[in-house]
């Protein structure tokens, strides 16, 4: 018995086409492979796609500054002047001292470069205080961070001479290494030549700091004098007047006391000095080092760029730079890449081994197997080239998405209709053959092509996913796509006339024994199931929908699995005031901690921030990357998780008054980019007044530490710490005849270190600095005998025309959409995030009275869940519309739509109780699964549709059609369902790299198969007999089905 | 026979076929379930341990013994020093010195500017008009007693004679005369004498005013002894009331690093200088002839020994307004709030709020900042 082509496709005209001429079908065949191999070798190969937000930084240095100042001075104005850039989503700023980073984000899809150009315009407009310096972060993003390295010296180097190798050697090569956008320093110490001050000598010769300071200024200058001429020659002439060293600087001339020159070298000691760090790096059991990180240009292909980073360094290590100095990385992207394409090509090739192995059980034939196997390859690089042509990489998330399975789905269907056509016939004629094979294709064509088509409709709706979750997942839906395209094209193109080709010397009639036997009983089971109809149909109903109610409610709800970067990333903020010092040593003990436990190679702790002001982090804040041994070496622990686990305990038990957060690089700071925040929860407090809202956000915070689940709940700004304030007093300066002028020259330049000056080495340039010996600064009264002078050259103390003070002010000022902000952040332990929030809300409605003014929203991970929810809640129900009308189109009747479509329930109970045994929570990676496992689940019972059509066709009643029709497609349903469970049972039981975003989806794919087969094959015949839908009209001349006998009931 | 394997050979190709899949799906599907079992979520984080610190009550801590926290934590006693730290660091100048050799050590001085030489010349000078001028009243006195008390004495004699009978009234008409031309000249040689003794002295103290304006005070300058350095120190208006005459100090000079110079206050200058200064002269000691006139110094004022109480600096904290140190009392900690002064290397000044000896945490006090804000706000 054959199904009737009741009705063509608009592929029919093709397949004849390409059964017409198979040496040009098989010759572009071979033509598109080659190009899909090429596309391989020039694509990017990345192990997660870059989910980071079109974000444009300016960051305003304001040296001195308190943050309250560089507020109101630099970030507002900054704030105020980028408002009516087009195409923003949110501004974001963070102020510390004398550092503003104001953060636009923009909507995605936005061209980076324009969006920059928009920004800079603006910013060409604000008016900033003198001394205010703003410019544009990077064209970068947080997951361009793909290379971190220490500048190791074995000849006794020390931090400063680090420093310098690093700012003038390492960096300037790798800026100039193609698609580099920045190389961030952190740690040592920089270079300057410092001249510190001597009271006593300054007083005695009547000498001011500002003498000191225009006389370095006013010493240290070239010039150009035009050219001389002699004869037939000319000179350029020029002077040479810089500064070139310390002596130089020591033999300035200030003044003249009493008829002698008085030299700098005569008022202050001149040397060679550093600046006063923000930062210090320090790595395993070195306490103080120098680190480089290397950021790759959005959209640039990281896997090329990193092969370039790594040139450049072996030619720095390889004689660039001095002996006993050598650049050696800790951190490189390459690790997670090779490591989560491990996992990928592991469970990929067990996929298709599977694939390949149920071919060959069920149809017994390697040339079968091989005919439909080879669906594989050509789909991956039919893919590969659309891949190519639209910028996805290789990754986890593209390649490693593909259900090969589904992949052959298709081309399973079709050999088997093939097979079947080609072992019922008489002889082995080759003409005949390719005629029995044609007609095999033109039968299944339009199934194959509806179905194929419903699947891939089913991941079209993925498409509009945006955000974090679009960043992630559509890339994979468009890989999806374009397989399955490839596969229709193998599928209706190429396996007709290979298998014509390949068969020609027929197929042998083989039956799997378990099919041969079970096919009677399944034949039996159908009949009494008609039968029992109305007893079945109810109780189905009534059964699916007491596992919905009881599985589906303890199903928990989080945005994102856990994506496994491989290395751990912590946040540490040690009490407000600390530091930068003490927070660098206790640093220490965290490293020594850390490395006790066996499983960890190496562990590196920034403290404070980085020199380029990308980081406005206080000393108090520390983060920590610590690398785990390959997981081979393991012998304490067996997951990440585990080792999270055991580290952060020790750690929190050694300073509990610390909070830590445990998190991973890229998605840290991916998420904090995109939402403001990390965390998984966080509760966003926004108003003008930053007492009330941090007190309130201490309520909020006690209140969220009593849900259940939550864990390092803090508020996420740090607190105020105390300043000196040194203001002067008006009248008394009037009365001193100081001018307020000079008391802030006094702080910016001898306290604060600005530079008055520039020395060259060479290409290098370092500044000079002007100060007051630091070791007479240990206190405010100190402090207050530094002397300001009169006008009238006469040196006051300062404290005698100012005050000088302790006050409390802000450590950092956050501000999201023109208002100051408090976020009280918290992670989730042990429950799901949307339960959680639940509660969590309910508590702060409870105990958290907000006063008008104050505005509260809730964000981080959970901001995201809510997005996605809400967009799944639309998508999925699009997705099955969607089904349903290509279903209805393919057999012109509702009826049958609305049976097929009961595949839907069915697949989704499945899934959730695969869920709720395996302990997942439902997330986006799941909803994907859901989305593509609906499209999947329905092909089986298009076919059976088809089948029981068939027989119908040829005259049978209602019953027994539809039990030969079901006998009929039994097989191929068992088959194609088994290689699409079977080639994604490696990805849902996979542990490795990256593993943790592929396991959720492929384990609601095959647990939501095996459950839409079973009762696809027990009970779409039972409500189809219910539904009784009619037949299509016929079209065309299809030629009438054969054989079958022996399955007639 | 041969026929039956040709019949049969199909079905035992494939049924070999589907064996070997079987087989090899099996072998897939073992090794895979016999892989690790992906980690519960939940096991990500462990759950908060119990608290190492809690809060007692008002400005009371507490912590858990068994702890590393309570470990790390050292308590030390609030320590009492004797410092001769300087209260009051200036600047100043060493003004003069007088020089080894022989002769009066008055005339052996030296000083920083011929301002200065000529003004302590010109005092000297003076004090010798002033002896001479004193001294020339004195004669002059005495002559003039004795010329007057002659003439005085003739005219009596004559007055006698006369009255006797003698005809000496002309002798006594010319000595009556003598006598007042005597008296007019006494007062008038007087006069002078007295006038040049005044105009001596006034010499003499506008010597002393331009000595004092250079900084020098004059009667430091009259006890000269082999070795006296005189310094003068500039104090800032703003901490005139903390120096005063007989303070000991210390001068230290930047062309001779690592040396210091113990002396004492002499004087205080009587008026503000132009710079709202106040002059303060310091006699120190110098028998090695280091110090030169003219060399700038830091002088520290203030330096008798004198008992501080001091902390480690790692245990003061600042908390909002105030600045406090953790105080072990009994199994708690008490927040004393103090009033920190001037560092001591390490070690910082408290000027109030301990009285020595008190066991306050000495280190890592920082990483109780949180809960000593909350104690403090209870």
Redesign the interface.
Known sequence: MTPSSAGRSVASPLVEWAMGRRAVVLTLTLLVAGAGLWCFSKMEVDAYPDISAQVVQVITTFPGRAPEEVERQVTIPIELAMANVPQVEVIRSRTIFGLSVVQLQFDEGTEKYWARLRVQENLSLVELPDGATPELGPLATAYGELYRYELVSTAGHDLMELRTLNDWAVITRLLRTPGVAEVSNFGGLGKQFSVTL????L???GVSLQDVVDAIRTNNATAGGGVLPRGGMSFVIRGAGALLDVEAIGAIFVRTVDGAPVLVRDVATVELGHQIPSGIFSKDRTDEGVEGIVLVRRGENTSVVLARVKEAIDELNGGLLPEGVQVVPFYDRTHLVQSTMETVSHSVL?GV??VV??????????AM?LLVALTIPFSLLFAMVLMYLVDIPIGLLSIGAIDFGIIVDGAVIMSDRIAHRLSAMRGHERKAVWREVLTAALEMERPVFFSMLMIIGAYLPLLTLTSIEGLLFRPMALTLVFALVGALIFTLLVVPPLASLLLRGGV???E??LLRRGRPLYAATLRHLLRTRWVVAPGAVLLLSVALWRVVPGIGLEFLP?MDEGVVWVRAN?????SLQ?TSAYGGRIRELVLEHPDVEFITIQSGRNDSGTDPFPPSRMEVMIGPRPRAEWTRV?????L???L??RL???????RFN?TQPIIDSVTEDTNGTSANLAVELSGPDLDLLRRLGQEAADALRRVPGA??VAIEQEGPQ?QLVIAPDRERCAR?DVRVEDVTGLIDTALGGDPVGVIYEGERRFDVVVRFDRRQL??K??LG?LPVF?Q?G????L??VCRIE???GQTTIAREGGRRRITVRC?I???DQGGFVAEAQRRFAEEVALPPGVRVSWLGMFENLERAKGHFAVVLPVTIGLIFALLVLTFGSPRAGLVLLLSVPFAFVGGAVALDVR?M?LNVSTGVGFAALFGIAIMNGVLMVRYITARRLEGLDLDPAIVLGAQDCLRPIVMASLVAI?GL??AS?A?GLG??VQ?PLATVIVWGLVSATALTLLLVPVFYRIASPGLPPPEGEAPAPDGGGEHAS | MLGRWRERWPDLWANAWMTLGTLGAAVVIVSLLGGPAPADPAARQAAPAEEAVIVLGPGRLALRPDTPLAARLTVAPAAVEEVSRPRLTVTGTVLARVYAGDGDAAERWAFSSPDLADAYTDWVQAQVDVEFADEQLARVRRLTEVQVTRSAELKRRLRQLVEAGSEAAMELISAEADLLQAELQAQRDQFEAENALKVARRARAAAERRLRLGGLEPLALREAADGTVVLAANVPEAHVPDVHAGQACVARVYGLPGASFEGVVESLGAALTTERMLRALLRVDDPGERLRPGMFAEVGLGTEPRPVVTVPAAALLRVGDADCVLVRDGDALRVADVVPGRRLGDLVEVLAGLTGGEPVVARDAILLKPFVAEARAR
Not at chain 1, 652 to 658: D, G, N, S, Y
């Open positions: 001597q009271p006593a000598q007083l005695g010769y067990l081994t599977l192995l149920v071919l060959l059980i069920f149809m017994g034939s390697p197997a042998p009639e083989w799997h024994p856990y040690f009490p407000e005031g600390t003490q067996r997951t990440k998780h585990e999270v686990a055991e952060g305990a929190r038990e050694e300073f509990p008054t610390t445990f864990v390092d105390p001193y240990g206190s009264d100190e005998e009169s009238q006469a040196p006051i103390p404290r005698q302790l006050v409390d992670d332990v042990g429950r302990g929570n079977l049972v490696p039981l542990t593993s943790d396991r």
